[in-house]
């Protein structure tokens, strides 16, 4: 699981909110996508958090090679971020298995 933290400059938010609904659509149709989330803080507008799963490590690769990628999230996003982290998570397993 990928998690990314985006942080928008206030006069910037609505602007990456158009921009995060393209990249979410044209996420969620690349081959090996089995989950693209986004969801913004209610408390902190303008703050994003993306839930991103693929089919394996390729096909984040391939995602990150996208046209979509790099024109929204490296051409258009990225200038009007004021913070940018993108972590992979592993979900801990219980004790007694199961997550």
Not at 21 to 33: I, K, N, Q
């Amino acid at each position: 699981m990928i998690v990314a933290l985006w942080r928008a400059a206030p006069e910037a938010a609505d602007e990456i909110r158009q921009i995060l609904g393209e990249l979410a659509r044209a996420t969620r149709d690349e081959p090996g996508c089995l989950r693209f989330d986004v969801l913004e803080a209610d408390r902190t507008p303008g703050q994003f958090v993306l839930f991103e799963q693929y089919a394996g490590e390729e096909s984040r690769r391939r995602h990150l090679d996208t046209g979509h990628f790099r024109r929204l999230v490296l051409g258009r996003a990225a200038p009007l971020l004021t913070h940018r982290d993108v972590q992979p998570y592993t979900a801990m397993q219980r004790e007694g298995g199961g997550a």
